[in-house]
């Protein structure tokens, strides 16, 4: 086997303590979609949706990386072949465990974005309406997160990886939001094997060639080992 594409979401970071978005009690539980995780919301309220990723960004800046996150990073390292991180998640804990690419296609709670000039830069803890851009000094800074209705990051060069996988893993994802939750058709196409690791099975489990379930900090460890 010679390429291993890997797609997480939130559940590989559950159990570092950052909240997933559709779980029971989960972070669209107790905020509305359209008011913090869409360019109308951020219209309307750009101070509620930096209040929001100010939280998010504070508790992903405590958490650690769990035992998911670590073999994934040493699957990176010592598999004798490709592998390609993509992931769903805003924070930076793959990062944290030692992994060196990972895509992050729906951007990242650590940058800012500046909504005239498209600047990007480290974004500081917390963001409100006041900072000015530092390139075009325009008061229209954003967090550097992909909302609903927005393309995705690096898609072309996802399903170029995709096209060539052997081996398609899904972690941590409910399979509900697209188009990382059409991933696994792609790879099938293209005659990968694809398996899914979650807690419960996820809306697109029927389409993998294999399910394991579990807590991430279980599986994912002993799914790397199978590999190396
Ligand atoms: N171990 C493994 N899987 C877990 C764990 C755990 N400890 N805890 C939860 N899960 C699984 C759940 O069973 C579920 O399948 O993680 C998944 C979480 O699903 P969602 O909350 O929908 O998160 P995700 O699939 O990443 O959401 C995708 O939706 O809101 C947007 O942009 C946001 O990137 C996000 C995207």
Not at 46 to 66: C, D, E, I, M, S
Not at 164 to 177: K, Q
Not at 181 to 197: L, Y
């Amino acid at each position: 086997m010679k390429k291993i594409v890997i797609l997480t979401g939130a559940g590989i970071s559950a159990e570092s303590g950052l909240g997933t978005f559709r779980d029971e009690g989960g972070l669209w539980a107790q905020h509305r979609i359209e008011d913090v995780a869409t360019l109308e919301g951020f219209a309307r309220n750009p101070g509620l949706v930096h209040r929001f990723y100010n939280a998010r960004r504070a508790q992903a800046r405590n958490a650690a990386p769990n035992a998911a996150h670590l073999a994934l990073a040493r699957l990176e390292k010592e598999f004798q072949g490709d592998v390609i991180l993509i992931t769903q998640n805003v924070d930076a804990l793959h990062e944290a465990a030692g992994a060196r690419a990972v895509l992050h296609m729906h951007g990242v709670l650590d940058g800012a974005l500046c909504a005239s000039c498209d600047a990007r830069w480290p974004a500081p803890l917390a963001m409100d309406v006041t900072l000015p851009c530092p390139q075009c000094k325009k008061r229209t800074v954003r967090p550097d997160i992909v909302w609903f209705g927005e393309m995705p990051y690096l898609m072309d060069e996802i399903y170029q990886h995709l096209s060539e996988a052997d081996l398609f893993a899904a972690i941590g994802t409910s399979g509900n939001v697209y188009p990382a939750a059409g991933f696994v058709q792609e790879a099938n196409a293209f005659g990968a094997q694809s398996v899914e690791i979650n807690l419960q099975a996820s809306v697109t489990a029927t389409q993998f060639t294999r399910t394991i379930l579990g807590l991430a900090t279980e599986t994912v460890p002993a799914w790397v080992d199978s590999l190396l």
